[in-house]
């Protein structure tokens, strides 16, 4: 019997219910929030930086799916791979036997990640956090792990222990026992140090939320206090590495840090099969995994699959290749410098700030009595609502996806597939200051949608 499943046939039919479907089915919140915002675009397909809606104009991605869209989107090379793996017919997840892409990834993986020996994968950065707060746990024999106000380390139980946003803890108590400190203090993380307890400390070497980097000197002076304490420091690379900030890792911009665990994911799927991993040094394995009994002690159903493990070869063969981390540095340094030009001309514009293809724009208090009086309107009803003012008109004037950076931050972050160049950096630029004329401007056409964000603020208080 044949079996007569179309997919080209059922998006045709029903593609149309994109968003009833999820209202009725998933986040019930989720379209009601794109309407509200007018977000609620129908995208038909993408290619490298760019997508198109249904009537076929062309958007610029900046946000290149939260970091996963590394290479753009369909890139052929990521593409032709999966496709061989799935003409291979391989025997996959077996469960008892050692197939070659695993091994050959990790050893890719690892070329790249000096000081580090073996490779655990996964299926998310979440999963990566969650191994790595296990592994130090095990392998020191203590309990408490640090990690920095205001960090985004994933959602799972586990990994939201180590969150720094109030807003995504509320109402899942109890966590893990951890606690924060701020990034940059070190005499916070000493002084939990001494307390004997530390398993480890997990720290994004530059915080997506807010686009904050850390300080220099920071993770060298962080890491000597760790092996000081006998803990260990985790680096948390799952939207910095890969060559997002303009090396391969983020915490390489600082010469001597050398992390016990590395987290990794996103980017690494090529922006078609979830996958994670979870670098680490050989003597916490070896612990971890100390014995044939111990064997599956920590393990995922999915991980190491073919298609996953041929897609994560597939990107690191083209970041090598067509040079994407150069091209991250350069073209970064060219968009933040363009952007960086301009905060003298707006007094709106507070602050530019990041490395490579990672930026954070950040908006502040004007000097003006009118404009700074619109501004206390916005920041009465809730913080971060400019923010908002101005990612909305870049996609609806301009065609061109940001997100901001965090609730109730005046930040918008920047993250778009590394594969952007000059054309790229030229079109946000003069859609990003026709934006910002707008704004300090007298037509008030942004100023309107802003009261329109107040009325939602106050209505969901």
């Known amino acids: 019997m044949s079996n007569e499943f179309d997919l080209a046939k059922l998006l045709a039919e029903r593609g149309g219910e994109r968003y009833e479907l999820h209202a009725r089915h998933l986040n019930h919140q989720l379209p009601r929030m794109l309407r509200t915002i007018g977000f609620d675009k129908v995208y038909e397909r993408g290619e490298g930086a760019y997508f198109w809606d249904d009537a076929g104009n062309d958007y610029l991605d900046m946000l290149a799916g939260f970091g996963v869209m590394g290479l753009g989107r369909h890139h052929?090379?990521?593409?032709?791979?999966?496709?061989?793996?799935?003409?291979?017919?391989?025997?996959?997840?077996?469960?008892?036997?050692?197939?070659?892409?695993?091994?050959?990834?990790a050893e890719k993986l690892l070329a790249h990640s000096p000081h580090l020996d073996r490779v655990f994968f996964c299926n998310s950065g979440t999963e990566a956090v969650e191994t790595a707060l296990k592994f130090a746990r095990y392998a020191t024999g203590r309990p408490r792990i640090l990690y920095c106000g205001h960090a985004f380390h994933g959602l799972t139980a586990g990994s939201l222990s180590v969150n720094g946003e109030a807003g995504f803890r509320d109402g899942f108590a109890p966590l893990l026992p951890d606690t924060a400190v701020e990034l940059g203090d070190l005499t916070a993380l000493e002084r939990e140090l001494a307390r004997g307890d530390v398993a480890g400390?997990?720290?994004?070497?530059?915080?997506?939320?807010?686009?904050?980097?850390a300080p220099p000197g920071f993770l060298r002076a962080a890491q000597e206090l760790l092996?000081?304490?006998?803990?260990?420091?985790?680096?948390?690379?799952?939207?910095?590495?890969?060559?997002?900030?303009?090396d391969f890792y983020a915490h390489q911009h600082e010469d001597g840090v050398e992390?016990?665990?590395?987290?990794?994911?996103?980017?690494?799927?090529?922006g078609y099969v979830p996958v994670g991993a979870t670098l680490g040094k050989d003597w916490i394995f070896k612990k971890v995994y100390s014995s044939m009994d111990r064997v599956l002690v920590h393990s995922a159903s999915f991980g190491s699959n073919a298609q996953a493990m041929a897609a994560g070869l597939a990107v690191l063969s083209v970041i090598e290749d067509e040079q994407v981390v150069a091209n991250a540095r350069v073209t970064g340094d060219l968009l933040r410098s363009r952007l960086a030009a301009l905060v003298?001309?707006?007094?709106?514009?507070?602050?530019?700030?990041?490395?490579?293809?990672m930026i954070g724009i950040e908006f502040g208090k004007p000097s003006s009595l009118k404009?700074?009086?619109?501004?206390?309107?916005?920041?009465?009803?809730?913080?971060?609502?400019?923010?908002?003012m101005v990612v909305v008109p870049l996609l609806q004037r301009h065609r061109i996806l940001t997100q901001v950076s965090g609730d109730r931050l005046e930040v918008i972050k920047l993250i778009p597939p590394l594969i952007i160049g000059e054309p790229e950096v030229d079109r946000f630029v003069e859609a990003f200051t026709a934006v910002m004329d707008d704004a300090h401007g007298g037509s008030g056409l942004m100023w309107d949608f802003g009261k329109t964000l107040v009325r939602q603020a106050v209505a969901n208080r």
Do not use: N
């Open 76 to 105: 052929p090379v990521v593409r032709k791979a999966l496709h061989d793996v799935l003409d291979a017919s391989l025997a996959d997840l077996t469960r008892f036997d050692c197939p070659p892409l695993p091994g050959l990834l």
């Open 344 to 357: 003298d001309r707006y007094e709106l514009l507070h602050e530019v700030r990041g490395r490579g293809l």
């Open 227 to 246: 092996r000081r304490h006998g803990a260990l420091l985790i680096a948390d690379e799952v939207q910095t590495g890969l060559g997002r900030t303009g």
């Open 259 to 270: 992390p016990d665990l590395v987290c990794v994911a996103k980017a690494l799927s090529g």
């Open 371 to 388: 404009l700074r009086s619109r501004w206390t309107m916005l920041q009465a009803a809730r913080k971060g609502l400019f923010a908002q």
């Open 201 to 213: 400390f997990v720290v994004e070497p530059i915080q997506g939320k807010g686009v904050h980097e």
